[in-house]
Antibody, heavy 122, light 107 residues
Framework: EVQLVESGGGLVQPGRSLRLSCVAS????????MHWVRQAPGRGPEWVSS????????AYADSVKGRFTISRDNAKNSLYLQMDSLRAEDTALYYC???????????????WGQGTQVTVSS | EIVLTQSPATLSLSPGERVTLSCRAS??????LAWYQQKPGQAPRLLMY???NRATGIPARFSGSGSGTDFTLTISSLEPEDSAIYYC?????????FGGGTKVEIK
């Protein structure tokens, strides 16, 4: 069974940083693209960033480009999101998701973890 | 950016009724469209992908159709457990985008 477990969220002041982690199990991590998707309270999901299984090809939403950095460690079955210069509008539940298709990208988000809450407030 | 517009915002129907949800794209997404179901307190779950393919474990009462810019998710006979918010999503072009969602309520 595929499992994705996020961690690293919390309450942080505007302008500060956080690093989210996602540990994956139940599949060959290095064969799949991975994604971060966030969801603000009462809103729909918003794609944040994706990283190819090759660890080189990366994409970001304009809203986070230049502030967030996605990375992965295939040896540790782990996905990361370094979030710098955080803003109030970054407040959301951050989900880690596996791409549906092996060695393709991007396709769809399947499955999703349970999320880690990030709150940016003074 | 491809904008996905979902309608209606909310539907309230009785068990057994047929449900039709709409997703319209601001430009063609070809066949690269998916639907997700989200229940309260849960992460979204993939329902349909590439318009009309059911994801693993999804009941046959769910079906998808459409092409280009207009897409439909149909629930042939509504069950109480189908109460949720449904989102469409496109992977045709970066940035990946979602629709605003349709909330399905059970009378």
């Amino acid at each position: 069974e595929v499992q994705l477990v996020e961690s690293g969220g919390g309450l942080v002041q505007p302008g500060r940083s956080l690093r989210l982690s996602c540990v994956a199990s139940g599949f060959t991590f290095g064969d799949y693209a991975m994604h971060w998707v966030r969801q603000a309270p009462g809103r729909g999901p918003e794609w944040v960033s994706s990283i190819h299984w090759n660890t080189v090809d990366i994409a970001y939403a304009d809203s986070v480009k230049g502030r967030f950095t996605i990375s992965r460690d295939n040896a540790k079955n782990s996905l990361y999101l370094q979030m710098d210069s955080l803003r109030a509008e970054d407040t959301a539940l951050y989900y880690c998701s596996k791409d549906k298709a092996i060695q393709l990208w991007p396709t769809y988000f399947e499955p999703w973890g349970q999320g880690t809450q990030v709150t940016v407030s003074s | 950016e491809i904008v996905l517009t979902q309608s209606p915002a909310t539907l309230s129907l009785s068990p057994g009724e047929r449900v039709t949800l709409s997703c319209r794209a601001s430009q063609s997404v070809f066949g690269y469209l998916a639907w997700y179901q989200q229940k309260p307190g849960q992460a979204p779950r993939l329902l349909m992908y590439d318009v009309s393919n059911r994801a693993t474990g999804i009941p046959a009462r769910f079906s998808g159709s459409g092409s280009g810019t207009d897409f439909t998710l149909t629930i042939s006979s509504l069950e109480p457990e189908d109460s949720a918010i449904y989102y469409c999503h496109q992977r045709s072009r970066w940035p990946l985008t979602f629709g605003g969602g349709t909330k399905v309520e059970i009378k």
